[in-house]
């Protein structure tokens, strides 16, 4: 556990906004460069590891974890210095009001998204939630020209957070999706090493999850598994949620038509023989997660969703149980040493 914080505090200064992962795929790789048979990057900056498998029947088996998180894109530089954005994923602009932000121009940049002061608003203002592409970002310069020998149109920006701890071994930040997956899937390749996987592991740490499973797609063709196991996020809100997850209580299975109900079904029964504890969700719609494409792939992969439970998903201060990250992280490996996790395709 106390590796797995300081993977956490290493990852969580590390921005990676969808379609921009180049930097957080550099820091994925110094943690698991030395720990793999081989690693690599394709062009569209998925990053594949590779640990071979001692058994004399083994599949090939794909872990997956989306890096890319939500954020936002400059559109316009007013004339007075205003910057105006767009979001670059699922964006509430709920969620913006206020906020400290930083810019990655040619140089790092701070700013605020302004909004009008109470006093000065009408009933109906101070209810309404504008549209992103309303709101803007206020840096400081006071003219189009300043502005611009720091920062350009199409650079991306995300709101300032500050990892905190809580208690309970939960922490507090943003980008925790899909952050809280990706910490699994490292700290699995650490506890692999106490064992000897009877499989192929593949690790595909994806990219361009937040608009529209990009990664996913390209690299499910690259390794065209036997197995998938998708590791992402799922809701937890306290008093909010639909479903019965919380947060320290387990990663989640997912069951549905993305999932193979068989494949489910051993991983539930790892997951009892270990005393590892796991929540359930019922998924009746396939689509939100790498799951979507994976499966799909080629003549069709076995699937199953591993998920983290979050609070407050796509907001600055999402919510994380380390405990839960790290009993994923157990359970995934030990289906690495399964000798028969599931029927291989014919």
């Known amino acids: 556990m106390e590796e797995l914080k300081n993977y956490l505090e290493k990852i969580s200064q590390v921005p990676s906004v969808s379609g921009f992962e180049d930097e957080f795929a550099d820091c994925v790789l110094s943690l698991i460069k030395d720990k793999v048979d081989s690693v690599r990057k394709d062009c569209l900056g998925n990053i594949f590891a590779f640990k071979k498998g001692r058994g004399e029947n083994r599949l090939k088996l794909l872990f997956d974890a989306h890096m890319d998180q939500i954020?936002?894109?400059?559109?316009?530089?007013?004339?007075?210095?205003?910057?105006?954005?767009?979001?670059?994923?699922?964006?509430?602009p709920l969620t913006l009001y206020g906020k400290r932000v930083k810019v990655f121009g040619r140089q790092d940049l701070f700013g605020v998204i302004g909004m009008k002061p109470p006093h000065l608003s009408t009933g109906k203002e101070i209810a309404a939630v504008d549209p992103v592409e309303k709101l803007f970002i206020d840096t400081g310069y006071s003219s189009r020209e300043e502005a611009l020998e720091v920062v350009s149109v199409?650079?991306?920006?995300?709101?300032?957070?500050?990892?905190?701890?809580?208690?309970?071994?939960?922490?507090?930040?943003?980008?925790?999706?899909?952050?809280?997956?990706?910490?699994?899937?490292?700290?699995?390749?650490?506890i692999m090493i106490t064992i000897n996987n009877y499989h192929d592991v593949y690790l595909l740490f994806s990219a361009q999850e937040e608009v529209g499973l990009r990664g996913a797609k390209v690299g499910g063709y690259d390794v065209n598994p036997d197995i998938a196991v998708?590791?992402?996020?799922?809701?937890?809100?306290?008093?909010?949620?639909?479903?019965?997850v919380k947060t320290g209580k387990g990663p989640v299975v997912g069951k549905g038509p993305n999932y193979y109900p068989p494949l489910v079904k051993r991983i539930c029964d790892i997951a009892e023989r270990e005393d590892i504890p796991v929540q359930e969700e019922v998924e009746p719609r396939p689509g939100g997660t790498d799951a979507y494409y994976l499966q799909i792939t080629k003549q069709g992969v076995y699937t199953a969703g591993l998920s983290i439970p979050l609070r407050y998903m796509h907001s600055p201060v999402e919510i994380i149980d380390l405990k839960d990250i790290y009993r994923a992280s157990k359970?995934?490996?030990?289906?690495?040493?399964?000798?028969?996790?599931?029927?291989?395709?014919d």
């Open 331 to 345: 359970l995934m490996m030990y289906l690495t040493a399964d000798k028969s996790p599931i029927t291989a395709p």
């Open 154 to 190: 199409g650079d991306v920006a995300l709101p300032c957070f500050y990892l905190k701890e809580l208690l309970g071994n939960h922490y507090t930040g943003s980008g925790f999706d899909n952050m809280a997956g990706v910490l699994a899937l490292i700290s699995m390749i650490d």
């Open 71 to 92: 954020g936002l894109m400059i559109t316009r530089i007013e004339e007075n210095g205003i910057l105006r954005f767009t979001g670059i994923g699922g964006i509430n």
């Open 230 to 244: 998708i590791c992402d996020v799922t809701f937890a809100d306290p008093g909010v949620s639909t479903i019965d």
